[in-house]
């Protein structure tokens, strides 16, 4: 089992930035990726970015590129998400989420999941 705890959620003003951190703990060598998703309120789950281990590779939704940047600390075996330009369309709940697949990009890909931390940018 893997267990992952998100953090540094929170309220921002548009323009404004925030960085998520996703810690993960217990039996982690067979992960391949981590991954961010985002939820709204009435919406399905969506994509954000993947980073896969190795060499790191990164895919990126395209409603995010060149403004969010995923990096890993294998050592604290911690991702981060950092967020600028922040839009009130990034508004939701941000999950973080371990594959055994790399470069994974759907959400049934995903094994494992945190319990999400809300995301709220203000016009």
């Known amino acids: 089992q893997v267990q992952l705890v998100e953090s540094g959620g929170g309220l921002v003003q548009a323009g404004g930035s925030l960085r998520l951190s996703c810690a993960a703990s217990?039996?982690?060598?067979?992960?391949?990726?981590m991954g961010w998703f985002r939820q709204a309120p009435g919406t399905e789950r969506e994509f954000v970015v993947v980073i896969s281990s190795g060499d790191d590779s990164t895919y990126y939704a395209d409603s995010v590129k060149g403004r969010f940047t995923i990096s890993r600390d294998d050592a604290k075996n911690t991702v981060y998400l950092q967020m600028n330009s922040l839009k009130p369309e990034d508004t939701a709940v941000y999950y973080c989420?371990?594959?055994?697949?790399?470069?994974?990009?759907?959400?049934?890909?995903?094994?494992?999941w945190g319990q999400g931390t809300q995301v709220t940018v203000s016009s």
């Open positions: 217990g039996r982690t060598f067979g992960i391949s990726a």
């Open positions: 989420a371990a594959s055994p697949r790399l470069g994974a990009t759907r959400s049934y890909e995903y094994r494992y």
